[in-house]
């Protein structure tokens, strides 16, 4: 069965609705007005309902071809004061792309940009299986391509005056079996790590030894994820988000963190670490058998 996303979680809080339709969709249209913007969504915590009231508001500015980057500065000190500002495209990075951290009314909102076409070209390679991590700099595992249609799955669109947004966002909505079986498959990879791991503790190498395991633990979330047919969009918070699964192994999120949290340096500690991870990618694989 493929994953649906209602539009908004039941329990939202009656300030984060004002603010979003009072502040959020007004400020939407007006983006869109910008030249190169297509489309506008609110996404993050706020869009799945999985907020607390100090959470920031995660703007999605969609755009295609040139961005007008300096009218949506503009913009952003009209909204925010003089000291405000919006940067160019690429600005933060090959996949983050760039934006704005803004305080508007007190309320941290940030301002993301998204070409539209390249999460077009993402999608597309999903339903064929194929994806990417990739280096972006917040990311230590790697940018997840698949985040770009995995964040427009549940998101509310705020502004969308052609319409693309609201076709995209239906299709993503349905998690690609080809994609599912890609990431569990990768599985292999975590496997690998730990025996690479398990070759370092003989020099006491901790350092290698934490980022093989950490790298066994993020793969192990993907495929987790995958097989349910949820999108995981970043490493932060996703072993928590994945031991919630109805799929997951048991106590999966306190076994993860056991991993590092008890890592240590010596080398019976650095076995003991070891052998906890290949006994959770041993586990993960046996839940999430490949179609």
Not at 73 to 83: D, R
Not at 141 to 155: R, T
Not at 162 to 175: C, K, P, T, W
Request: include cysteine; charge should be negative.
């Amino acid at each position: 069965m493929n994953r649906t996303y209602p539009l908004r979680a039941a329990e939202v809080d009656d300030v984060g609705v004002e603010f979003e339709n009072v502040v959020l969709r007004p400020l939407a249209e007006r983006l869109c007005l910008v030249d190169g913007v297509v489309g506008v969504t609110l996404g993050g915590s706020r869009a799945r309902g999985t907020h607390t009231t100090d959470s920031d508001y995660d703007v999605g500015i969609y755009y295609r071809g040139i961005l007008d980057t300096d009218a949506l500065t503009g913009l952003a000190q009209e909204c925010a004061g003089a000291g405000a500002s919006a940067t160019r495209t690429g600005e933060w990075g090959p996949w983050v792309d760039g934006g704005a951290w803004l305080s508007i009314d007190g309320t941290a909102v940030d301002w993301l940009y998204r070409d539209l076409d390249r999460v077009i070209a993402v999608w597309q390679d999903t339903q064929q299986g194929v994806y990417g991590f990739h280096a972006q700099t917040g990311h230590p595992f790697g940018f997840a391509d698949i985040a770009y249609p995995g964040e427009l799955a549940p998101a509310v669109i705020l502004a969308d005056p052609s319409g693309r947004l609201a076709a995209l966002r239906a299709e993503v909505r349905h998690y690609p079996d080809p994609l599912r079986d890609a990431l569990v498959g990768r599985l292999w990879e975590a496997e690998f790590v730990t025996v690479l791991a398990r070759k370092a503790i003989s020099r006491a190498d901790a350092t290698y030894v934490a980022g093989c395991l950490f790298r066994a633990l993020c793969l192990c979330a993907h495929a987790l994820h995958a097989h349910a047919r949820r999108w995981l969009i970043n490493e932060k918070g996703a072993v928590a988000e994945a031991g919630a699964l109805p799929n997951a192994p048991a106590d999966f999120t306190v076994r993860a963190h056991a991993v590092l949290g008890r890592l240590g340096t010596t080398p019976e500690e650095l076995t003991a670490a070891v052998t906890l991870a290949e006994q959770l990618v041993e586990d993960t694989r046996s839940v999430c058998p490949l179609s």
